[in-house]
């Protein structure tokens, strides 16, 4: 099956820094991929819709000055945490949609752990 | 907006004991459904979906699941669990003209051997 791969697979930083987390597909081309987010034992909720060429779309809540989304080309996108705080700590996994697969069915990232000191 | 709810957060069962896992979601519209699942220390991947036609539909690993139109369910089922079987499952429906996925809380399931 198609391959997403994120990098780093967990990060530690300073508060007060600004982390990027990038997400690749690796033997596909992805228009669309998606960034979540995963508090210790919840679900994945959305952050944004990232878009090549185009500006992210944000769901509700998610400050886009903070998580900076850069879709730059077919086979990356790019999540930046910037300023850091503790409670920016989490679990961030990204996706994407293969070309011609049915709304909904995505391959996922390893996902990042990131942890604000 | 569309919400999913997974009935049980935990479930430890014994090898050969089968498994059902509840998922019902909230939207009024068409959907499309979806069961993924997360072994340890996996990437999260697809168990099975459904768009349209049978309403139950077979997924890898001997797993199925059954879409009840009227109870707004999507329920999973295996009916003899392996070791191998120990992992979280996520339900998760998308409008079906849309792209924006939503996930439940997820059920962590523990086979013992």
């Known amino acids: 099956g198609a391959v997403v791969s994120q990098h780093p697979s967990w990060v530690i930083c300073k508060s007060g820094t600004s982390v990027k987390i990038e997400c690749r597909s690796l033997?596909?081309?992805?228009?669309?991929m998606f960034w979540y987010r995963q508090f210790p034992k919840q679900s994945l909720m959305l952050m944004a819709t990232?878009?090549?060429?185009?500006?992210?779309?944000?769901e509700q809540g998610v400050e886009k000055d903070k998580f900076l989304i850069n879709h730059a080309s077919l086979t990356l996108s790019t999540l930046t945490v910037t300023s850091a705080h503790p409670e920016d700590s989490s679990f961030y996994i990204c996706?994407?949609?293969?070309?011609?697969?049915?709304?909904?069915?995505?391959?996922f990232g390893e996902g990042s752990r990131l942890t604000v000191l | 907006a569309q919400s999913v709810s997974q009935h049980n957060h935990h479930v430890i069962l014994s090898e050969a004991a089968s498994l059902e896992l509840g998922c019902n979601y909230s939207?009024?519209?068409?959907?499309?459904l979806f069961w993924y699942v997360q072994y340890p220390g996996q990437h999260l991947q697809l168990l099975l979906k459904?768009?349209?036609?049978?309403?139950l539909v077979k997924g890898i690993k001997g797993f199925e699941a059954e879409f009840i139109k009227s109870k707004f369910s999507f329920n999973l089922r295996k009916p003899s669990v392996q070791w191998s079987d120990t992992a979280e499952y996520f339900c998760?429906?998308?409008?079906?003209?849309?792209?924006?996925?939503?996930f439940g809380g997820g059920t962590r399931v523990l086979v013992k051997p």
């Open positions: 998760a429906v998308v409008k079906a003209a849309g792209n924006k996925l939503t």
């Open positions: 033997d596909f081309q992805a228009t669309t």
């Open positions: 990232s878009n090549e060429g185009s500006k992210a779309t944000y």
């Open positions: 459904y768009f349209s036609g049978d309403p």
């Open positions: 939207y009024g519209g068409t959907v499309n």
């Open positions: 996706s994407a949609s293969y070309p011609g697969q049915g709304s909904g069915e995505l391959f």
